[in-house]
Nanobody, 116 residues
Framework: QVQLVESGGGVVQSGGSLRLSCAAS????????MGWYRQAPGKQRELVAA???????NYADSVKGRFTISRDNAKNTVYLQMSSLKPEDTAVYYC??????????WGQGTQVTVSS
């Protein structure tokens, strides 16, 4: 069992930055993959960025070069540094922990609103 708590969301102007945090209730060292997802109103939830236990990362094309995912195993926390934010980045951002062979665990989400 893993509980995830996201924080760091808020309202920011276009071009601004935010850093999201996802704090896990237990050691994340052994969790296979941690990811950030987002869901905008009327749209499906989509992967934003993910990082494996080995440190490999992948990003959605729409955020490459602007967002950076990282993990601090000592703090059981995963971060999403978001820069050059655009109005289309407005969404609820969720953290997910993928254990092997399962299940997946989701956080409750944090709202990010980018004003133009």
């Amino acid at each position: 069992q893993v509980q995830l708590v996201e924080s760091g969301g808020g309202v920011v102007q276009s071009g601004g930055s935010l850093r999201l945090s996802c704090a896990a209730s237990r050691n994340i060292f052994s969790i296979n993959r941690m990811g950030w997802y987002r869901q905008a109103p009327g749209k499906q939830r989509e992967l934003v960025a993910a990082i494996t236990s080995g440190g490999s990362t992948n990003y959605a094309d729409s955020v490459k070069g602007r967002f950076t995912i990282s993990r601090d195993n000592a703090k059981n926390t995963v971060y999403l540094q978001m820069s050059s934010l655009k109005p289309e980045d407005t969404a609820v951002y969720y953290c997910r922990a993928d254990t092997l062979p399962g299940p997946w665990y989701w956080g409750q989400g944090t709202q990010v609103t980018v004003s133009s």
